[in-house]
């Protein structure tokens, strides 16, 4: 079992920039890949950006490319997303995800977070 606990959501204005972080407790040790999804009103899930554990390879949605970045620190079981020049279409319910044996921006993370919330005023 691995908790994910979110933090660092917020409102703010378009161009501006946030950081995500997520704590992984449980059994940080097991995991695999951990990424960053976001839901917002009336949309699909969507995996943002993800990266594996060992090798740091990222995976990033084709709409945040240039934009986020995924760091993991595995020392500290910590993951962040820092998102710079936000648009008002990034506003969404942002989640922390975590798998032990597979890797990419697909729905089939076996662990989530709770969401912390992100909006995007124009």
């Known amino acids: 079992q691995v908790q994910l606990v979110e933090s660092g959501g917020g409102s703010v204005q378009a161009g501006g920039s946030l950081r995500l972080s997520c704590a992984a407790s449980?059994?940080?040790?097991?995991?695999?890949?951990m990424g960053w999804f976001r839901q917002a009103p009336g949309k699909e899930r969507e995996g943002v950006a993800s990266?594996?554990?060992?090798?740091?390879?990222?995976y990033y949605a084709d709409s945040v490319k240039g934009r986020f970045t995924i760091s993991r620190d595995n020392a500290k079981n910590t993951l962040d997303l820092q998102m710079n020049s936000l648009k008002p279409e990034d506003t969404a319910m942002y989640y922390c995800?975590?798998?032990?044996?597979?890797?990419?921006?697909?729905?089939?993370?076996?662990?989530w977070g709770q969401g912390t919330q992100v909006t995007v005023f124009s």
């Open positions: 995800v975590a798998d032990f044996s597979r890797c990419g921006l697909g729905t089939w993370f076996g662990y």
């Open positions: 449980g059994y940080p040790n097991n995991i695999y890949c």
């Open positions: 990266i594996v554990a060992g090798s740091g390879r990222t």
